[in-house]
């Protein structure tokens, strides 16, 4: 049975436990506890003692702030305005001032059953997520013990059977929104209804994700050889486009020769798919939604998951294999080729052997 690990900056003395921490090269001991946690206490007060904290432990705004602070270099501007926007709403809801170590799981469960009777439990579940990512580093740190959100039950959270568009579905959205009447008040000019069904035709041709669209670049796509360049999270790919995807990329091109595709960066393509989610009232119309219907459909015709992880991306089979969805005919058609030939009828082979007995 393996040992269960102790805090940092605890050891064992005899029966107890002691707190330690290096102070100008030596190690400095503290007095002996009974449990683990104790030390663990001592070790982050004198921690904090030789950090120079104003002899407090670290509080809600102090694991903030270190989470920005080894987290702003490594990810995106997009990700750290995510952190700040929950930040806030864990502000609201402890004071700034509280040590981590002074948050329990009851605290958490009052915080989560307050959100639900204002926001979904998808958005509370992003709530815990971003605090359990203050007690995380915290932990590292040693100045946490132990992660209270593990041990609270997020919200159920009830999504939709469907996440994947048929090619009928997008035929009516994109007819829809190129049959919209345009408005002055939303775009310049009479087109720009139009470009954006292109921008929703794009996604549905690619199975890109809606930050590798903001970054591709006009010199990225070669209409001679029909490729474009992806530049994705996991690496860069170079994916192939049919015709229909060469005649929608011709128009976003225009006459430029440089510069980005989708100018605005990831918060103009969020925009352009959000006005039609409500406009069309289709909630589904997101580019996660569009990915995942191009690797369905790769799926569905027969393509080998190593190709339609490629395709989309990924770093692994695991994750291409969602897109394989079995259905209620599929399953059938299995089993029906399980069946056994069936026996041809006459009498059997044991009426025939030996004589009959009187």
Known sequence: MAKKRLPRGVSRSGAGYRAWVFIDGKKIYGPTRTTPKEAGLDAMKMRAKKEKLPQRLMT????????????????????????RGHFKILLEAWDPGTP?????????????????????????RKDLRALSRIFTIAMKQGYALENPVSRVDPPRVRTPKRQWFTRDEIVSILERIRSWEPNSKYYKGET??????????????TGARWGEL???EVKDIDFNLHRIWIRGKCGDRELPIN???????????????DGPLIPGGPEEISRRFKRWRLRLDEPRLNARALRHSFGSHLA??????????????????????????????????????LTLPTPPKGPSASSDSGPKRS
């Open 243 to 257: 015709d229909q995807c060469t005649e929608v990329l011709k128009r976003m091109v225009g006459d430029r020769e």
């Open 100 to 124: 981590l170590i002074k948050i329990t799981p009851a605290d958490i469960e009052r915080f989560v059953e307050v959100r639900l009777t204002k926001v979904s439990g998808m958005t509370v």
């Open 300 to 337: 569905a015709s027969g393509i080998p998951p190593a190709t339609v992880a490629n395709l989309m991306g990924h770093t692994s089979l695991a994750m291409a294999m969602k897109y394989f969805h079995t259905s209620g005919k599929d399953a059938q058609a299995a089993l029906h080729a």
């Open 60 to 83: 809600l705004k102090d694991g903030m702030d270190l989470l920005i602070q080894r987290s702003e270099k490594r990810l995106s501007k997009h990700t750290m305005r995510w952190y």
């Open 214 to 216: 903001s970054r591709v």
């Open 192 to 205: 720009g209804h139009l470009a954006d069904a292109d921008l929703i035709e794009l996604a549905w041709h």
